[in-house]
């Protein structure tokens, strides 16, 4: 049985390579080296060939007459295991191909040199990720519209949550030993990202269920239309090569074969162009590639899809950002718009020191076989009165609440958005159809230590992202700002909690779960409070909507057609413009929100 699963496992990994391969040889073939390779002019530029901007590319050069330009900075991935081999996620981080954007320290939080990973390279984060592929809850999308951004709603977007996917059931056996269920009509049959489940899970996962279970915490039948309980959940896994589905190989690589699709690495947008008018029109971008500044030109649209750090800098760089920041800085002011770089959110997490003594990895498993498992199957996340005592109190000091917590630099509009935002996810906190804390499992085994992970949702604190000089390529003053909102840290002191009394469980207890002295002497709110503010994270790299759909009056950057508010030809397509942070990891969401933007720039919608 062992040899039999090393042959299955070492056959699907050669075919990998091989795949990987053609792909490589197919796509290099088509790809622009330089810059004098280019037209002078392009329907579209993309700036950013990550995650969302290859999803916009490809979709709009479907129309053979429609010509784009995809500006990527970083380069082609290496097509190396630590890429493509679920086993191997996560090391990649901090290597070349990651942006590394370091953050300002915060003023609750005492870790210090916080680095937010982000792919700096084609495919972008999603070449870099943990492949996790979840929905949020349909009240996480609800709430969007509810903040007055037409048609961004559950219903709108499952059909594009469905579109981006190709979605393969779980084995029979696994069905059958972990009692796992699923809905097809959920799901995607034929999109470009895969969605699967690794052949091997560890038997432990089963565990981690059934202690939730165990607590009256119900199993999500199918987490893609009801993301609250505990589920199993599918990765972004090609079932066929068993290797990492992304950005490129499920959107690039198809588009590469087109002659009216250009995508230019190691090209750094630094500026975006636009007229002198009152409102002014972009007309292409500004960039550098192989130490030259270069200029093209956009007929119709400049589509911003860098991410939500390189997002609100190119905008403030450009011009187009709260004034008395610019004005500082002597950027020439082009749009006042305050929101540019505000509402930042992600989801604050803090890993929970523990050993297993009684996990393990079956003995029929090869090394191999080790490597397509992923480390962690299963997630679990909670409304607020699931793992809470003191949810009707804390509720209530948050809707008394007179500050808001947020920075002192806040504009008045910001302040206004968020204040609506406030009132909205209170009504989430107090709901059974939203999720205010994620617990996590990630590697159980003794191959690569154990480890449980909360991580806060919806939380009530705000960031900010913004430049601090005129130089393109300096990173911009990322302020998380976790916790400054008192309230996010009593979730978060209950999440802790919740988690002892978790382990308590008799289907966690066969692990023999054991704490780290470091926690286990935490007896009062206080004591974890402070441990918590040593030891928790301000980000789980889920960064996100910095310049949000909204109202220009209540600091929104874009319209509810992703279009920068004082305008023409400029929009955005990539994370930035989400207003709130879904309950969720973020990677289904954004090719969601990023196939809906190309029917929006197509004019289909």
Partial sequence: MKMLSSKITLIALCTAHLAFAALALASEATVIKRADQLRSRYDYIIVGGGTSGL????????????????LEAGEFDDGSDEFIVPGYMGKTLGSSFDWQVPSVPGEVLTSSDIKIPLGKVVGGSSALNFMIFDRGAP?????????GNIGWNWSN?????????????????????????YDSSSHGASGPIHASFP?????????????????????????????????YHASSIDPLTITRSFAKTAYHD???????????????????????????????????????????????????????????????????????????????????????GEN?????????????????????????????????NALSFLPTSWYSPN???????????????????????????????????????????????????????????????????HPLSRGRIMVTSKDPYASPAVDFRAFTNPLDMELMIDGFLFMRKFLQTSSMMELQPEEALEIRGLETREEIRQWLRSNARPSFSHVCCTA??????????????????????????????????????????????????????????
């Fill in 55 to 70: 999803v916009v590319a490809n979709r709009l050069t479907e129309d053979s007459s429609t010509t784009v330009l995809v």
């Fill in 254 to 340: 198809p588009a590469s074969k087109r002659s009216n699709y250009h995508l230019l690495p190691s090209s750094h947008v630094t500026k975006i162009l636009l007229t002198r008018s009152s409102t002014p029109r972009a007309y292409g971008v500004s960039y550098r590639h192989l130490n030259r500044d270069i200029v093209v030109l956009a007929r119709k649209e400049v589509i911003l899809a860098a991410g939500a750090v390189h997002t609100p800098q190119i905008l403030q760089l450009t011009g187009i950002g709260p004034s008395t920041l610019l004005r500082n800085l002597k950027i020439p002011l082009t749009v006042d718009l305050p929101g540019v």
């Fill in 548 to 605: 949000s759909m909204g109202q220009r009056e209540e600091g929104g950057v874009v319209d509810s057609e992703l279009k920068v508010w004082g305008t023409k030809g400029l929009r955005i397509v990539d994370a930035s413009v989400m207003p709130l942070v879904p309950s969720a990891h973020l990677q289904a969401t954004v090719y969601a929100v990023a196939e809906r933007a190309a029917d929006l720039i197509k004019g289909i919608l």
């Fill in 199 to 231: 052949p091997l899970i560890y038997p432990q996962t089963k565990n981690f269920v059934q202690g939730m279970n165990s607590l009256g915490i119900p199993t999500s039948h199918d987490q893609a239309t009801s993301a609250i309980g505990v589920y």
């Fill in 139 to 147: 009240a996480d999308y609800n709430a969007w519209e509810s903040l």
């Fill in 344 to 376: 930042f959110q992600d989801h604050p997490s803090v890993q929970i020191p523990y050993t297993f003594k009684n996990v393990f990895t079956p003995d029929s498993w090869s090394f191999n076989d080790i490597l397509i498992a992923t480390s962690g």
């Fill in 391 to 457: 949810t009707s109190s804390i509720i209530a000091a948050g809707r008394g609440q007179e500050g808001t917590w947020l920075s002192p630099l806040t504009a008045p509009e910001v302040t206004a958005g968020f204040m609506k935002q406030r009132e909205l996810l209170l009504s989430l906190w107090d709901s059974e159809d939203a999720a205010t804390m994620e617990v996590a499992t990630f590697s159980m085994t003794q191959f690569q230590g154990p480890s449980l992970v909360i991580s806060l949702q």
């Fill in 157 to 181: 977007l499952l059909s594009y949550f469905k579109k981006s996917e190709t979605f393969t059931p779980p084995l029979t056996s696994q069905v059958t030993d972990f009692d796992m269920t």
